[in-house]
């Protein structure tokens, strides 16, 4: 009985372990519909500018939800900077005025650029992208 009870243990415990990697060696495909990288983005510098750079990423989910990262360093001044509520232009869906957009501006000047689009965009009226 004693080694019914272990086979059918190693029998569980070996299924599950299939079951995992199989779930790990095929992840779930992605819910997006498009994604751009590598664009010209314009971020905040810790004076209130703006500056360009090219670390850049936007994509648009399959609900119609976008949304923009962009990461520069420029100009620091030895403060923490937040800049939000602003308009922002996205790739797909045109300007955002969601009052969610923030560009976070560290002590060393690193620039990290969040814009978003959930109902809250009108159509682009020129190509820039980025803060505005």
Same mark, same amino acid.
């Given at each position: ?11 569980? $415990? ?12 095929? #992840? ?6 498009? !994604?751009? +990288?590598?664009?010209? &983005?314009?971020?905040? =510098? $810790? ?5 360009? +750079?090219? !670390?850049?990423? =936007?994509?648009? @989910? ?7 990262? &962009?990461?520069?360093?420029? #100009? ?7 800049? !939000?509520?602003? $308009? &922002?232009?996205?790739?797909? +869906? ?8 923030? =560009?976070?501006?560290?002590? +060393? ?5 969040? &814009?978003?689009?959930?109902? @809250?965009?009108?159509? $682009? ?8």
């Amino acid at each position: 009985m004693k080694k019914l009870a272990l086979l059918a243990t190693l029998v569980a $415990a070996v299924a599950g372990s299939v079951a995992i990697s199989s779930a790990l060696a095929s #992840p779930p495909s992605p819910s997006f519909d498009q !994604q751009s +990288t590598g664009f010209a &983005c314009g971020v905040f =510098d $810790a004076y209130g500018n703006t500056f360009i +750079t090219f !670390q850049s990423s =936007d994509t648009l @989910y399959s609900s119609g939800k976008e949304q923009l990262h &962009c990461y520069g360093v420029g #100009p620091a001044d030895g403060n923490y900077h937040l800049f !939000q509520g602003f $308009a &922002c232009g996205l790739v797909y +869906t045109g300007i955002s005025v969601n009052p969610a957009n923030k =560009d976070t501006v560290s002590k +060393t000047g690193a620039s990290a650029l969040t &814009c978003f689009n959930d109902g @809250y965009s009108a159509p $682009a009226s020129s190509a820039a992208v980025g803060a505005r």
